[in-house]
């Protein structure tokens, strides 16, 4: 496929994506509309050299690929909301492992099963919040094919660079839209590698709780022999129920996320630098929103567009700097009912009045002209 243009799926693009940045395992449990991704692995990921399985349910398909990524395999899975619920205790276990994975949830209109082939974008707070406990994890959100591929690339470079759990979470449009797609040649994308040890054996700990910090990752089965569980535990990776080690182990994983937030956060913007009205969109949502900004500029009206790519950390900071340019009103279409990321948005503008949701949450696609439509009315 390098080098010609193909009419590409959104969920086949995450799937090559992955592939590109060198994943050589996949377990996950078929459900849409993520099912391609498991369809297009099972074929190529063989063909390359790597392993695919499918497993018995999602939490299986989580189990698996820690257990992959910590052998030093590339791991992923691919699931939809039910599922990824499904996940949230093994995710919360691979943030206090520090273990590299990702994680594809297209998301889809609940609640619980909901309309399965459907499209939504109601699983944004469990993105961030969905384990128990003080974690930190990073989600990232496609709004065309070209994104699925260069963000999955991306998911697994930040996975491998900090030793965390990234989330890839385009909604069902994005995953089964089909745009024409040109294959980055070998090379014209970076791809990183988690970095591995260069002590002597019994100077290995596989942890570091300096702030910031990231310690290398050794492979189960080489000559470092470590232990990596699910409970408190100290630099050696032992369980430490200590409080003033439990400070440190939860401050460092905050820190090593907040210190790199510059590389993590991604966002785009479009006429933002003389815009009165603001748009404030991601996913499925911000291609229609960019629609409804093209064609007023057309008008020569102010209209703006900031699209959120980095949905956790939350660029709250860039946002707010959009908003301080004379912006009088600002949109936030979501496919949810009450506003997931407006919510969010709320935390940082400091003028609550400008802020209109506007929200769809039927299963059926966000227009350009629902936006229109809510537009006047909130006028």
């Not at 930040?158 to 890839?168: F, G, M, Q, S």
Request: net charge negative; hydrophobic share 40%; with cysteine.
């Amino acid at each position: 496929m390098e080098g010609s243009v193909k009419l590409t799926q959104g969920n086949e693009a995450i799937a090559l994506g992955a592939l590109y940045a060198g994943a050589n395992f996949y377990a996950g449990y078929p459900i849409t509309p993520s099912s391609e991704i498991a369809e297009i692995c099972s074929r190529e990921m063989l063909r390359s050299g790597g392993m695919f399985v499918q497993m018995e349910d999602e939490i299986g398909s989580m189990a698996a690929i820690i257990g992959a990524s910590a052998a030093g395999a590339k791991a992923f899975t691919a699931t939809s909301g039910p599922g990824f619920s499904l996940m949230q205790e093994h995710i919360s276990a691979a943030v206090i492992m520090e273990m590299p994975v990702v994680v594809v949830d297209v998301q889809r209109a609940g609640p619980c099963v909901g309309l399965a082939t459907k499209p939504a974008q109601s699983d944004m707070m469990q993105l961030r919040w969905g384990r128990h406990g003080d974690q930190t994890v990073v989600a990232l959100i496609p709004s065309s094919v070209r994104e699925c591929f260069e963000l999955a690339v991306e998911a697994f470079n930040i996975a491998e660079e900090l030793r965390v759990p990234v989330i890839l979470a385009p909604d069902e449009i994005v995953g089964h839209c089909r745009e024409n797609f040109k294959m980055p040649a070998p090379g014209a994308l970076p791809v990183s590698n988690r970095k591995k040890p260069t002590c002597r054996p019994e100077e290995y700990k596989p942890f570091s709780f300096a702030p910031g910090s990231v310690a290398p990752l050794a492979a189960f089965g080489s000559e470092y022999v470590f232990q990596c569980t699910s409970a408190m535990n100290g630099e050696s990776g032992v369980t430490n129920a200590d409080p003033a080690n439990a400070i440190k182990r939860v401050d460092q994983l905050y820190t090593k996320l907040e210190q790199a937030r510059q590389r993590i956060v991604k966002y785009k913007t479009f006429y933002v630098e003389d815009c009165d009205t603001l748009l404030i969109a991601y996913g499925g949502s911000a291609r229609a929103s960019r629609v409804v900004v093209e064609e007023l500029r057309a008008e020569g009206k102010k209209v703006g567009m900031f699209q959120i790519i980095t949905a956790w950390p939350f660029p709250g900071a860039e946002i707010a700097d959009c908003v301080r340019n004379g912006v009088k009103s600002v949109y936030v279409p979501e496919m949810n009912h009450d506003g997931q990321v407006a919510g969010e948005i709320r935390k940082y503008v400091a003028n609550q009045d400008i802020i209109h949701q506007i929200n769809k949450f039927n299963g059926e696609i966000l227009t350009p002209e629902d936006i229109y439509e809510a537009m006047r009315r909130q006028q």
